[in-house]
């Protein structure tokens, strides 16, 4: 994915020249291409959507201010569905790395959904090997307010039956698909061959995930204030149910997703929440 099958303002491309790049959308800020040394590690579903009013189906959509069905408005909220602003373009720093700043604040629509003022800046910056993303979710309103939200990352693999996510041994997780209580992972290393659904809660901050195959990844993802870890896949039947989801991508792709998402954060007037997360390539 590059920026060249784009209108021109509707995409940041950041580039540092050694085969590293990223590519955001301005539509929703969904990061649709992290590469590392030219190899594409985010899954971007062929049918996806850019009509810049659906969800794009890939990369990293942000959730916000609900993860999951809201009845105040769409699923997962409305960050991934609105026009972000870029606040601060692709800017080169001494190490050679590249930060940029994506921005949304409410608005006659947010505000007929969810009756709050705040302001949302995600910063990425673009290291070699790894690409750190980072939200801050500030109250600019003079009363509480109260959120979820997520980074819903679909990862790119070779291969789904090679792919196995390390870190949630041992950490309770509700199985959307099944319902039910709560059940713990016993598996170290945690493989997926079905309709797959899982929130796990209070994960450590680091989980890494494995793929072999053509080409192989292995890409850590290390958190900060983002304490659950949501993993997805919707497998063949719900997949061809989706139009905007390659049929045959779910063997292709793993959702890993960072998220503060069980036990939503309050925020205080004028206070403001900071959390993130950080690709790295491991190969
Ligand atoms: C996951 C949820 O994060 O996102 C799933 O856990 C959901 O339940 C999936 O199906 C995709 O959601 P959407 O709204 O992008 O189709």
Known sequence: QDASGFPAGDVVFMERGDGNSALLHLHGATLISWKCHGVENLFL?????????????????????????????PQHGFARIKRWTLAVPPTKDAKGDILAV???EDDEETKAMWDYKFKLVYTLVLSEKSLMSTLVVHNTDTKSLGFTTLLHTYFRVADINTTTVHGLKGLKYTDKITGGQ?????????AVDRNYDRVYKDAPNVTVLSSSGEPARKIEIKTFN????????????KAKEMGDFDDEGYKEMLCVEAGKVVNPV???AGAQFECSQTFTSML
């Open 102 to 104: 994506v921005t949304l």
């Open 45 to 73: 579903s062929s049918t996806s959507v850019f009509d810049n009013k659906k969800a794009i189906r890939g990369g990293v959509p942000i959730a916000f201010p609900n993860f999951g069905p809201w009845p105040l408005g």
């Open 266 to 268: 309050t925020l205080t």
């Open 182 to 190: 709560d059940v713990v992972e016993a598996r170290d290393l945690v």
């Open 226 to 237: 983002f304490p659950d870890v949501v993993v997805w896949n919707p497998w063949d039947v």
